[in-house]
Nanobody
Framework: QVQLQESGPGLVKPSQTLSLTCTVS??????????WSWIRQPPGKELEWMGA???????YLSPSLKGRIFISRDTSKNQFTLQLISVTPEDTAVYYC?????????????WGQGTQVTVSS
């Protein structure tokens, strides 16, 4: 059973960098054909795919966030990390990590429970 767990600060000040880590257990992030995504849901809005890192380490980023988003991984810890720079209150959302077999797809078989991030001074 694959499990994903998000971790990171729940409050970030405007203009700062939001950093979240997803720790994966029960499966390796280097296993062929899996993609590890960050998805968020702002209050009252739909889920938004932000980006993914694939089993080979390649990254796939939402065009709407390019220039602000960075995704990396630490294979020794079986973790992948989201960094979102220059945040504004519009980046307030519940952030999820999830696994899929297609980068940027809509079908995810495992999700983290989500973590609330609020951008406020």
């Amino acid at each position: 059973q694959v499990q994903l767990q998000e971790s990171g600060p729940g409050l970030v000040k405007p203009s700062q960098t939001l950093s979240l880590t997803c720790t994966v257990s029960g499966g390796s992030i280097t296993t062929t054909s899996y993609y590890w995504s960050w998805i968020r849901q702002p209050p009252g809005k739909e889920l938004e795919w932000m980006g993914a890192i694939g089993y080979s380490g390649s990254t796939y980023l939402s065009p709407s966030l390019k220039g602000r988003i960075f995704i990396s991984r630490d294979t020794s810890k079986n973790q992948f990390t989201l960094q979102l720079i220059s945040v504004t209150p519009e980046d307030t959302a519940v952030y999820y990590c999830a696994r899929s077999t297609i980068a940027g797809g809509t079908q995810y078989d495992y999700w983290g429970q989500g973590t609330q991030v609020t951008v406020s001074s």
